[in-house]
């Protein structure tokens, strides 16, 4: 789904950022650029964000994603 029209960002997008290492909604604008233009994304933008980044993720189950090289550690060690 589009989340943001003006800088065609989806909420899958969004998650990849997150699952990437994005760890805060001002990162996410920088990164994407989501609700920086008209602001009509806001609400849903944000909503998306926190789902993935600490609400739980939607797509996969996992309670908030650890940065990939936290993840790498941990399934090396």
């Known amino acids: 789904m589009i989340v943001c029209v003006c800088h065609r960002v989806s909420d899958r997008a ?3 950022a997150v699952h990437g290492g994005c760890r ?3 990162q996410l604008q920088v990164e ?3 609700a920086t233009r008209c602001g009509a994304c806001r609400g ?7 789902r993935h980044a600490g609400g739980g993720c939607g797509s ?3 309670a908030a ?7 790498i550690a941990a399934a090396v060690a």
């Open 32 to 34: 994407l650029g989501v």
């Open 65 to 71: 994603h650890a940065p990939i090289a936290g993840r």
């Open 24 to 26: 805060t909604f001002e």
């Open 44 to 50: 849903c933008a944000r909503e998306t964000f926190e």
């Open 14 to 16: 969004i998650a990849a």
């Open 60 to 62: 996969c189950g996992v």
